[in-house]
């Protein structure tokens, strides 16, 4: 069975800093793997995925994530937080022809 | 990328009555889900909706509760049945990219309160 966890309820970072949010995932077979954002009162935007190939994947906003095989991670990053980033994030793992499961979430504060 | 819209955006309800929830998509797709995000929680996939067929449901989700109207390939409705505070929620439904692998695009929600 699929799962995936977010090991961190919380993330804060200062404005212009570094970001990362956390996310672990447990699959049968080959990992497709993605990002989702929920700014409040609305729905999940798509960020970006990983199917295959380069291990570190671009997306919206200026986000990036990392997926790593050997410690079955897809870590989310930004190199410069913005206030504006400040939000619920959400990873997913989805196998081929099979369900979306979502992590439990993680809500990110940039604090200007 | 679907453009998709869901009405109501919220409503307040009263407890033993019901709801119906509409989504619209800008795109003729083949599968449609709905999800319920309980009150600080993550996305719960409640059924999925083929266009022409019974609705599939996951554990713990149920027709008598949930029914759930495809009519065509744009639209679905999802009615929340004989509502309860614990019915509290936001809904969402949702339709595939295209291909196996890709991401799903979601609509903006339906925040139901009930009383």
């Known amino acids: 069975a699929q799962s995936v966890a977010q090991p961190e309820d919380q993330v804060n970072v200062a404005e212009g800093n570094p970001l990362t949010v956390k996310c672990t995932y447990s699959?049968?077979?080959?990992?497709?793997l993605f990002w989702y954002v929920q700014y409040p009162n609305r729905g999940l935007q798509f960020l970006l995925k990983?199917?295959?190939?380069?291990?570190l994947v671009k997306g919206s906003y200026g986000f990036e994530a990392e997926f790593n095989k050997s410690q079955t991670s897809f870590h989310l990053k930004k190199p410069s937080a913005l206030v504006s980033d400040s939000a619920l994030y959400f990873c997913?793992?989805?196998?081929?022809?099979?369900?979306?499961?979502f992590g439990p979430g993680t809500r990110l504060s940039v604090l200007p | 990328s679907a453009v998709i819209s869901q009405k109501p955006s919220r409503d307040i309800c009263q407890r033993g009555t019901s709801l119906t929830i509409q989504c619209q998509v800008d795109?003729?797709?083949?599968?449609m889900f709905w999800y319920r995000q309980q009150p600080g929680q993550s996305l719960t996939l409640i059924a999925t909706?083929?266009?022409?067929?019974?609705?599939?449901?996951e554990s713990g989700f149920v027709i008598d509760k949930f029914p759930i109207s495809r009519p065509n390939l744009t639209f679905s409705t999802l009615t929340v049945s004989n509502m309860s505070p614990e019915d509290s929620s936001i809904y969402l439904c949702?339709?595939?990219?295209?291909?196996?692998?890709?991401?799903?695009?979601f609509g903006p929600g339906t925040r139901l309160t009930v009383l």
């Open positions: 949702s339709v595939d990219g295209t291909g196996g692998y890709n991401e799903q695009f």
């Open positions: 699959v049968s077979g080959n990992p497709y």
């Open positions: 990983y199917i295959t190939g380069d291990n």
């Open positions: 997913a793992v989805r196998d081929y022809g099979q369900n979306f499961v």
């Open positions: 795109s003729q797709v083949t599968m």
């Open positions: 909706a083929n266009q022409g067929s019974e609705a599939t449901y």
